[in-house]
């Protein structure tokens, strides 16, 4: 089961990570703005704004990785609590996209999927 937790956790926060760099540096470039199905303007004029959800994506990432090797580490009761803290925050956000975003299910389903097998999985460990 660790083994299962460890690989969930992990994608999940390569995910994040991955999803920092495309809302900080790629936001207005031609990636970016296919990606997120976007025009040049609302990427311009949104481009502040998007660097600082990525950086909340790196932060949960954060925080689930430091979880992930403290628990490897010994300190399984801090590491999960880190984890939940951070790649349940991960979950709670795709799950509010794929609630409020109909339109966005398809993104929001990825953003959530590895996020809540590993708090499922946690469950169990």
Known sequence: MTIALSIFA????A??????????FLWAKE??????GMSREFAESTREMAANQGLYNLMLAGIGAAGL?????????VGAALMYAGIG????AGLFLFVTSPSKRRPAT????FPLLTVLTLLFV
């Open 110 to 113: 990825i953003q959530l999927t």
């Open 15 to 24: 995910l994040h990570v991955y999803i920092w760099y495309m809302e900080t």
């Open 10 to 13: 992990l994608l999940a926060i």
């Open 31 to 36: 990636a970016g703005m296919r990606t997120f």
């Open 89 to 92: 925050s991960m979950l709670i």
């Open 69 to 77: 090797a403290l628990f490897w580490a010994g300190q399984s009761a």
